[in-house]
């Protein structure tokens, strides 16, 4: 069973910063899709960007810019650095992960057919 561990959510005031983390067991970058999906209403998650074996495989277009997606494979684990936190970068970010297609852009959360972290908090402060 994949799992998927998140970490390095918190609070910061508009124009900082942070980076999230996500290491996975049982799965590997070398055939699998990875990222980030931010949580909205009614439960909809939109990628925010996700990698494969050789890099970035998505980025949204409205974040390209501010957020960075990076990736260590041997650790299987992905990054994301995101700058320049607006208010409207609030709320629960989850990594995903699927084995045989590129992570969709739109799906509702925690839905079934893909592994997912717990999920971490980010609250950016004006």
């Known amino acids: 069973e994949v799992q998927l561990v998140e970490s390095g959510g918190g609070s910061v005031q508009a124009g900082g910063s942070l980076r999230l983390s996500c290491t996975a067991s049982g799965f590997t970058l070398e055939e699998g899709d990875m990222g980030w999906y931010r949580q909205g209403p009614g439960n909809k998650c939109e990628l925010v960007s996700a990698?494969?074996?050789?890099?970035?495989?998505y980025y949204r277009d409205s974040l390209k810019g501010r957020f960075t997606i990076s990736q260590d494979n041997a650790k299987n684990t992905v990054y994301l650095q995101m700058n320049r936190l607006q208010p409207e970068d609030t709320g629960v970010y989850y990594c995903?992960?699927?084995?045989?297609?590129?992570?969709?852009?739109?799906?509702?959360?925690?839905?079934?057919?893909?592994?997912w972290g717990q999920g971490t908090q980010v609250t950016v402060s004006t």
């Open positions: 990698v494969g074996r050789d890099g970035p495989t």
């Open positions: 995903a992960a699927e084995g045989t297609i590129y992570l969709p852009p739109v799906r509702l959360c925690l839905a079934p057919g893909v592994a």
